[in-house]
């Protein structure tokens, strides 16, 4: 009996868990793609198709923007 009660929290636990990780890795893409940024590039890169709807690239093309915009006003 332990060893099924034990196996059936292991198992709550493990499920809990990755819906955890999907809602936090669907929240932070639309709210704050910065944490999923670095994890993302290396399969952003190469799907730049399906990259293009996704947040991750706005981001990094976001930081370049201020820059440029500098130079022009200065």
């Given at each position: 009996?332990?060893?099924n009660?034990?196996?059936?929290?292991?198992?709550?636990?493990?499920?809990?868990?990755?819906?955890?990780?999907?809602t936090?890795?669907?929240k932070?893409?639309m709210?704050?793609?910065t944490?999923?940024?670095?994890p993302?590039?290396?399969?952003?890169?190469?799907?730049?198709?399906?990259?293009?709807p996704?947040?991750p690239?706005?981001?990094?093309?976001?930081?370049?923007s201020?820059q440029q915009?500098?130079?022009?006003?200065?």
């Amino acid at each position: 009996n332990v060893d099924n009660v034990f196996a059936a929290g292991v198992a709550d636990e493990g499920a809990a868990n990755v819906n955890v990780v999907l809602t936090a890795v669907d929240k932070p893409f639309m709210s704050s793609p910065t944490p999923p940024t670095q994890p993302s590039p290396s399969q952003d890169h190469p799907s730049t198709s399906q990259v293009q709807p996704i947040p991750p690239p706005s981001l990094i093309a976001q930081p370049p923007s201020p820059q440029q915009q500098q130079p022009q006003p200065s």
